[in-house]
């Protein structure tokens, strides 16, 4: 019998009708500087601006937690959040998205849905999805389980990048709030999980823990640009992923200054957005371990001097939240939770 690359696990005409599908998912999502979109061998764009901003980044295991409840359907939301919202971090628009799936066969998932939800996330980001891959590799991936990896590119003017040099004492914190832990600690969640600690059917103000835990990544890019629109570029920003705000805010202080970071707003945030969400793990891991894993309740961070800061808080309340300030550094902590 002759072998055939279908029977060695790789099914290419099922793969090309997924392909053309896929196709008219995103283009709906193109804009007028994608001159060769998905279909050649790679996309081709006019960028807009001087600079040029990139990012890569995956989904996690928040992925198999997915899988075995089927709401695989929030995973190309979360996989572009996570790249866009680092994006904005760095101050630039993002233009356009690639993506990465890496699987053993069409049958593990649905990736129709997942491509959807890519394209919804890219039109809520003003970014184009311009292509991807998706590589069947049998008896390589676990044959339950599959791989999402996501590619952003964006454009920034010099003069709009962060200016860490500019922070200083009396500076202010601002946060957009998350809707819950977004796409990062869930290998200590699906340990919790395993060990019987968290109930993925209880109820958290009649919502599922299951539900509240797998809801996609909040995408900030409108929330961003609609306060740059109105008060200029904060001094910096920080996207809250995995290492919490001490490990993402740090990365952006000078060495002379510490961000002082307010344990009872983050709360406050954390039971109006977050259905409590964290005070619940927080049952079962200390304090300082929940504030290295997650957002506990702030998915972006920025940097406004105090002026800006109040007349911001003035007219944006209940979308951006005053979480903290800038010291003089006193301590070997960067970010200091009191």
Do not use: W
Not at 303 to 315: F, G, M, P, R, T
Request: glycine residues 8%.
């Amino acid at each position: 019998m002759n072998e055939t690359y279908k029977s060695a696990g790789v099914d290419i005409e099922r793969a090309d009708v997924l392909k053309s599908k896929i196709k008219e998912i995103a283009k709906r999502t193109m804009k007028k500087y994608v001159i060769h979109g998905i279909g050649p061998f790679a996309a081709v764009l006019k960028m807009p601006s001087e600079l040029v901003v990139a990012t890569c980044d995956g989904v996690g295991t928040k992925i198999a937690l997915a899988q075995e409840y089927g709401k695989v359907e929030v995973l190309g939301y979360d996989l572009v959040a996570m790249n866009v919202n680092d994006i904005i971090a760095m101050h630039g628009k993002p233009i356009f998205f690639l993506d990465y799936i890496g699987i053993p066969n069409l049958d593990v998932t649905d990736i129709e849905k997942i491509v959807k939800s890519m394209s919804d996330a890219c039109l809520e980001s003003d970014c184009s999805l311009v292509g991807g891959e998706t590589a069947q590799m049998p008896n390589f991936y676990l044959e339950n389980r599959f791989e999402l990896v996501g590619f952003c590119v964006g454009s920034v003017k010099k003069k709009d990048l962060p200016k860490k040099e500019k922070v200083k004492p009396g500076d202010i914190v601002l946060a957009f709030p998350s809707n819950g832990v977004h796409s990062n600690g869930f290998s200590l969640i699906r340990k919790l999980i395993e060990e019987k600690k968290i109930n993925p059917d209880d109820k958290i103000n009649n919502e599922k823990v299951i539900d509240i835990l797998l809801r996609p990544t909040k995408i900030y890019v409108r929330n961003f640009f609609e306060i740059v629109k109105k008060f200029g570029y904060p001094k910096i920003s920080a996207n809250i992923t995995g290492g919490g705000i001490p490990g993402n805010l740090s990365r952006m202080l000078p060495e002379k200054c510490s961000a002082v970071i307010d344990k009872k707003t983050l709360e406050f945030l954390s039971d109006k957005f977050c259905s409590r969400i964290f005070s619940y793990i927080s049952r079962f891991v200390p304090e300082s371990e929940m504030f290295k894993v997650f957002n506990m309740g702030s998915g972006f961070v920025l940097v406004y001097s105090e002026k800006k800061a109040n007349e911001i808080l003035k007219k944006m309340k209940d979308k951006i939240f005053k979480i903290g300030y800038i010291s003089d550094k006193k301590s070997k902590e960067r970010v200091i939770i009191n």
